[in-house]
């Protein structure tokens, strides 16, 4: 119970502040106020669903060159055609910054009411998306963030610490008892913040039940990437218990290796939660036995979110009548036991 209450701490510290501010919210508007002058503020979800004024985002993500990617394009594409009154300008997908900056510029220059803007590089966007604010376009940024708290209205992010989180904590409850369990890591490119925050929260959970990763490599989120660095890895390791794979694409390749060295003294946990990890989790029949979600709905919330800003509407479920400035969702684990909450929602790799 100890070990869950301090990892909890970690991975909620940055949840707190907007927990006491919801608490004073409660205290200063409960004090000889009308309860329902409390709740009954900003739209409803009614208000919300409604048609309204018709609104113009644009949206430029990246080059659709992986799974989750190309998960994250579509599914701008099919939230913002489930509404109505939402006119949707789509950049084609680019891993060039100065395309995307040009991109852009041009949904500044045509005046579009919101952009949604999943950046190639955060550092490199983030001059743009400050012009863009400026021109009183709000920006929603989504997954890689900008470098000035002044370059986007709400940002949406996946919870990178909190996979590693859900992952080691998996695993920890998995091997218990285990204190000389060999652990395994499969990451993805090093140089990115995102792995990082992934191989920290990993080595956190693990700290709490007095484990410790043995033996990591890196990959490249490709299947290829994943095939040699999972080669390397069983290579030098003849024994190990269990393996966190940071990435369900690159995770094709990690399997393929599994598979050519006969391997099964481990099981595996991946990361994402592609379609095809998932069917391989609920047929249970491979060493892979749950994926932490990364989701790929970001960009389908951006446009909802991007929508409601646009239309000067609120978040109905929260008491403020505001939409958040900043959104962190979760990283649940997928196992055979709940998959069938999650499969629908699953990307093609």
Not at 312 to 341: F, G, M, Q, Y
């Amino acid at each position: 119970m100890a070990r869950k209450r301090t990892i909890l701490h970690r991975a909620l510290a940055g949840a707190g502040a907007s927990v006491v501010a919801l608490g004073l919210l409660t205290a200063c508007t409960g004090s000889g106020a009308d309860e329902e002058s409390v709740v009954d503020q900003g739209t409803t979800t009614e208000e919300n669903a409604a048609e309204g004024d018709t609104v113009t985002i644009g949206f430029s993500g990246p080059a659709s060159d992986h799974g989750w990617l190309g998960a994250i394009n579509s599914g701008a594409l099919d939230a913002a055609e489930s509404f109505p009154d939402v006119e949707l300008q789509t950049a084609e997908g680019t891993n060039d910054p100065n395309a995307q900056i040009a991109a852009v510029e041009t949904f500044i220059n045509e005046g579009v009411d919101a952009i949604v803007l999943l950046p190639t590089d955060g550092a490199a966007l983030t001059e743009v998306a400050i012009k863009a604010m400026e021109a009183g376009i709000p920006v929603i940024n989504v997954d890689r963030e900008f470098s000035s708290p002044f370059a986007a209205r709400t940002t949406i992010l996946g919870d990178n610490y909190g996979m590693g989180v859900s992952a080691g904590t998996y695993i920890c409850e998995q091997l218990d008892g285990q204190s000389d369990a060999v652990v395994a890591e499969i990451a993805g490119i090093d140089s990115l913040p995102l792995t990082q925050d992934r191989s920290q929260g990993f080595a956190d959970a693990l700290e709490d039940c007095g484990l410790e990763v043995s033996a990591r490599v890196a990959a490249d989120f490709t299947v290829a990437g994943g095939e040699s660095a999972a080669s390397q890895l069983l290579s030098a390791n003849p024994q190990i218990d269990a393996i966190w794979n940071h990435d369900d694409d690159q995770g094709t390749g990690v399997l393929a290796a599994i598979n050519s060295a006969g391997r099964d003294e481990f099981f595996m946990v991946g990361g994402a939660g592609s379609r095809d990890a998932m069917d391989l989790i609920e047929a249970d029949d491979s060493v892979l036995k749950a994926t932490i979600i990364y989701p790929s709905t970001q960009a389908a919330d951006g446009i909802a979110l991007a929508r409601l800003i646009a239309q000067e509407k609120t978040a109905s479920d929260l008491i403020t009548p505001s939409v958040p400035t900043r959104i962190v969702l979760d990283a649940p684990v997928v196992t055979k036991d709940n998959v069938s909450e999650f499969i629908d929602l699953a990307f093609a790799s």
